[in-house]
């Protein structure tokens, strides 16, 4: 278990919201995934969004007090329903989700952000809701998921064949053909990549994306060995 701070403009987000969802729910109840939690652990980009999963029994009992607090705390434009809910703060956005976890969650204690002490999704899930969950299930495809997925391949691969492994080969290929397809507008989906590191990416960012989810296995089946909980065997970024 690690402890990893959440970095700007993320961590004014979550400094917006963890107190009124502290008053409802347990520490031990909240989770923060996404960008947020991968940009703890890599420093790769900046996230402009906070992403919390909170067990749906939990969520479905507290949502409407959940909402209050958060409307008290200047929180704006704050919408739930049946599993979500999502709201703007001053540096950006937030949403909640019920969706139970996609892998095995391995014994040991999770990595954590010191602030709150808020668990950090793993990597390896995180990174699984991208790509089945956004991608596949929802269609929708933005620049920084791709980046995301190359980063991966460097800092962690086996999170990202753990990632890999919740796609059938017929759904990474068109997961790969759909990302191939936007050429040089891939890395101009959604919200505009910032404070990246490795800017050379960019202009290939659908080929590199698209191979790395053909790939499977993305560090070979022998050495796909790894827990997927963000600690890369030949490059750990703490």
């Not at 909240?30 to 960008?35: D, K, L, S």
């Not at 958060?70 to 703007?88: I, K, N, P, S, Y």
């Not at 139970?100 to 204690?109: G, H, K």
Request: aromatic letters at 6%; a negative charge.
């Amino acid at each position: 278990m690690s402890e990893f701070e959440i970095i700007a403009p993320a961590d004014a987000i979550l400094l917006q919201i963890a107190p009124p969802l502290l008053q409802v729910l347990d520490r031990e109840d909240i989770a923060i995934g996404g960008g947020a939690a991968l940009a703890a652990r890599w420093r790769h980009r900046r996230s402009t969004d906070v992403d919390l999963t909170v067990p749906r029994s939990v969520f479905e009992r507290e949502a409407e007090r959940i909402a209050v607090l958060l409307r008290e705390a200047a929180v704006m434009d704050v919408q739930h329903g049946r599993g979500w809910m999502t709201g703007a703060c001053a540096d950006g956005e937030f949403s909640i989700s019920t969706t139970a976890p996609l892998l095995p969650s391995p014994a040991e204690s999770a990595d954590h952000e010191g602030r709150f002490r808020l668990a950090l999704q793993r990597t390896a899930e995180i990174l699984g809701r991208k790509l089945r969950l956004r991608m596949y299930n929802n269609g929708d495809f933005v620049s920084r998921d791709f980046y995301d997925i190359c980063t991966a391949h460097e800092r962690d691969p086996s999170a990202l064949d753990r990632a890999l492994s919740t796609l059938t080969e017929d759904m990474r290929r068109e997961i790969a053909q759909e990302i191939g397809s936007l050429g040089q507008h891939a890395s101009r989906m959604g919200r505009p990549l910032t404070g990246v590191h490795r800017p050379e990416w960019l202009d290939d960012l659908a080929d590199r994306t698209g191979r790395l989810v053909m790939s499977r296995f993305a560090i070979g089946p022998e050495a796909a060995g790894g827990d997927g909980s963000g600690g890369s065997k030949s490059d750990h970024p703490t």
